[in-house]
């Protein structure tokens, strides 16, 4: 693994640094989906294995610590994950046929996009057990807010009595949807958003066309805006955009059965952004997200009143909350197409 970081979270790097001599048992990094939350918590992680480590904080790469966690199996350090980001083709402690018996099981199922009750459970002999190197066990989990809440107890009984040498680090994309009994017993460092300009700038040295409107449409995170242009794909989202530039109840039943199979939670996001658009135009006549349809966000904020634009916010920041468990995916579209319709109407 690369010691390199992204250069909007050098400062955040430095900082983080002063925390080392008297390291919490649990840190919390929270910050904007798609800004390098779990790529910078695990260098930090490597950095805190590492024998030999450099002054800036980063890990020598040489050592045989740093041999064990750039070959992803490093015995003291833990990984904690929903399946759904799994991309191992076995997890730590899965070898040989057990291993492929439990590939097997999961393939007959869509992997789980929560953090389980037992991956919280699994990682009790792991932290009774003495470190393999005389330094510290490290535990990395990510998203914090995928904690189902079984799960949320059985961390939270670990956090309150912190087993002895073992650190915590937490990353997550929306503090308001953890515990406060957790948030109260970690350290929280706020890993910051990139200007424009920093995202821009590594967007493009990157070689992503049309960077710009690929970051803005992301709300400015530059690795969503990566990922989103390696596809090279927007039919999705100008699908449900060209609904919302011309709101109809029959189109919105149409849109709703082409984009039954797209994730909600992205939908949901767009729709947001969208109508974050046509608020900031009616109030100042800026558009951030969505320029390229300037035209059809000016005509629709000319004409709604505001209220009605703030009812449509708010319902669409409960929908963000009910997104990953819809009872139908095509009644939550429909639904929520069909209040933006009589919303504009």
């Given at each position: ?13 430095r900082q983080l640094q002063l925390l080392r001599a008297r390291m919490p048992h649990a840190i919390l ?116 807010e995928a904690l189902n809440m079984p799960a949320s107890n059985a961390l939270l009984k670990t956090l ?96 709703a059965d082409k984009l039954q199979k797209v994730s909600l939670a992205a939908q949901v996001s767009w ?75």
């Amino acid at each position: 693994m690369s010691n390199s970081i992204y250069p909007w979270q050098e400062d955040a790097w430095r900082q983080l640094q002063l925390l080392r001599a008297r390291m919490p048992h649990a840190i919390l990094f929270h910050g904007a989906a798609g800004i390098g939350k779990s790529d910078f918590i695990e260098r930090f992680a490597q950095g805190l294995l590492c024998e030999a480590v450099l002054p800036d904080g980063h890990a020598c790469g040489q050592c045989v610590s740093c041999g064990w966690f750039s070959q992803q199996n490093h015995p003291d350090y833990r990984r904690v994950r929903p399946e759904a980001l799994e991309d191992e083709p076995a997890a730590e402690g899965e070898e040989g046929a057990d291993a492929e018996t439990k590939k097997s099981a999961k393939s007959s199922k869509a992997p789980s996009k929560e953090i389980k009750i037992e991956q919280i459970r699994n990682l009790a002999d792991f932290m009774n057990i003495s470190t393999h190197r005389q330094g510290l066990r490290v535990v990395v989990l990510y998203p914090a807010e995928a904690l189902n809440m079984p799960a949320s107890n059985a961390l939270l009984k670990t956090l309150e009595e912190p087993p002895p040498g073992t650190v915590f680090l937490l990353a997550s994309n929306s503090l308001d949807r953890l515990l406060p009994t957790i948030l109260s017993r970690c350290r929280k460092f706020a890993l910051p958003m990139p200007s424009h300009a920093q995202a821009l700038a590594w967007l493009q040295a990157q070689g992503v066309a049309d960077a710009d409107s690929w970051l803005r449409e992301q709300g400015g995170s530059p690795l969503a805006a990566l990922a989103q242009a390696e596809t090279g794909n927007r039919d999705d989202m100008d699908t449900l955009l060209q609904l919302l530039a011309r709101p109809s109840v029959e189109g919105a039943l149409k849109t709703a059965d082409k984009l039954q199979k797209v994730s909600l939670a992205a939908q949901v996001s767009w729709m947001q952004r969208w109508l974050y658009d046509m608020f900031s135009y009616k109030l100042a006549g800026n558009i951030r997200y969505y320029p390229r349809y300037r035209k059809e966000l000016a005509g629709l904020a000319d004409k709604i009143h505001v209220s009605r634009l703030l009812a449509a916010l708010k319902a669409a920041n409960e929908r963000r909350a009910t997104a990953d468990h819809p009872l139908s995916p095509k009644l939550f579209i429909e639904d929520m197409l069909l209040d933006y319709a009589a919303c504009c109407a």
